[in-house]
């Protein structure tokens, strides 16, 4: 197997917004992202990744952008970006930024020109269609809610938005499109940054004749379109492989096998994906009401879909490794135990069980502290357009969930979990801010900080930082071929991973159960213990949430 800098690192995702305020306004600023680059450089991360920081009007928190070469006001300046960038490579670190295409804000200068009139050079940017029958051109939905068409009374027409009615889709189809954004491209390439995330990226090409979808709920039609492997091939061509880059494609809907035509190692469009089949687990039974729900993943569930993930990617391509982000709520609240007495132990197993399988890991903001969920109680403390909408379509529009109802699914899945302010120490507002916080601070911040876990030996922090340490040491954690053991177990999560002479052992216990179990390869005479969340070895039985790493060698 080809070996690359990008399959050996490991990624620290950071949300600028909720990173850290320096200027008193309750919303984090690059100049924040600047004071705890040592923070990042100790946990042992190699590549930072930047959520959106360009000028946008924040109806989507910076995923509706309306300058791609102009720092977002709150965030800061250009000269401020500058600086970050600088210091980030002066301590061998790497930036990746956010790249937002399928989509702009409506006060990009692109739509503004395009919504004028039908003739304007601008106008085929985007994607306009008379109305059918009088009404929207298709049955597709927004994944905001409503209809994804929004009527254009000057010009007579509807244009797309999957997400929101201020995020107009982009037309791939028009070359001066994919060239303005591979200029975009060479922008920040050229300005030395070391990446880009790709958001949504394989919503980019849209079906022949926009066609209906056939169930109401039904994901649109728009992913994996009929061109979007040339686009990316064509992005490859023309940008990426002029540069030393690495590439991380949002890729909702994508399955194994469409992960290896994106990221194959002789596809040359992109290094890797985030796939969304493990985050789809624990949604509603009824499509309509989507992801929204209090249910708990089943284990066998999840082992069964990342383990197909690990075999059918194995030696043709690679997996980004990820259980949270600023989309997903926490995960030690989503599949470990965030109750005092299992909080530590629970996260700190949940990021052994995804850091020792095979692929480039992602930590996200606060979960190297074992963050959780935020627990609110009442709608005005959420934040985010998609909970907002959801709440008003599922409770008031189509009166299918009761308030109390939708503001319980709104704790357990929500985006807004993930987007309090991080937790740096014990102070008013947790250090994040003087000001007032845009989104209220955690009230657990005085227990979960990272001042706190950066001086406890035991903490998920130094957990975290072992793992990160491991990694530099075996290649058997990151190019070993991953084996599940015991698929039906549905209480302990057990795999290997072997490379010439090495194996590794994870075994997980997923729940608050002493459980006994017994693996063979762990009475070998040669197995060292690598990592654990227990002090000693019990060998036979593992404790509440008892993680194990083996090597036998
Ligand atoms: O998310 C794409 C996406 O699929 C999200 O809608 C996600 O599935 C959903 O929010 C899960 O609850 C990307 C960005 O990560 C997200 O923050 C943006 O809102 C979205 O695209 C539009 O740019
Ligand atoms: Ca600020």
Redesign the pocket.
Known sequence: MEKHWWQEAVVYQVYPRSFQDTNDDGVGDLNGVIEHLDYIKKLGADVIWL?PIYKSPND??G??IADYEQIMAEFGNMADFDRLLKQVHAKKLKIMM?L?V??TSDEHHWFVESRKNRLNDYRDYYIWRDPKNDQEPNNWQS??GGSAWQFDEKTGQYYLH???KK?PDLNWDNEKVRHSVFDVMRFWLDKGVDGFRM??INLISKPEGLPDVKTEGQENLAANGPHVHDYLKEMNQEVLSHYDVMTVG?T?AASTRDAIRYTGFDSHELEMVFQ?EH?GLDGNENPVIG?WSTNQVKLTDLKQVMSKWQTDLNGKAWNALYWN????PRVVSRFGNDQDEFRVASAKMLGATLHFMQGTPYIYQGEELGMTNANFKTLNQYKD??SLNAYHELVDQKKLVSSSQMLAYLRH???DNARTPMQWDATKNAGFTNGTPWIEVNANYKQINAKQAVNDDQSVFNFYRRMNLLRKQYDVIVYGDYQLLDPDDDQVWAYTRHLDNQDLLIISNFTERTVQRWYDLSQQSNKIELLSNYEDDQNETLRPYECKVYLIQ
């Open positions: 959520n989507d928190n995923y509706d956010d937002v399928n989509h994944a905001f999957l997400f929101s995020q958001d949504v949002e909702p969304f985050m992801k982000n600023h989309d997903q357009i998609e899945s929500s985006r």
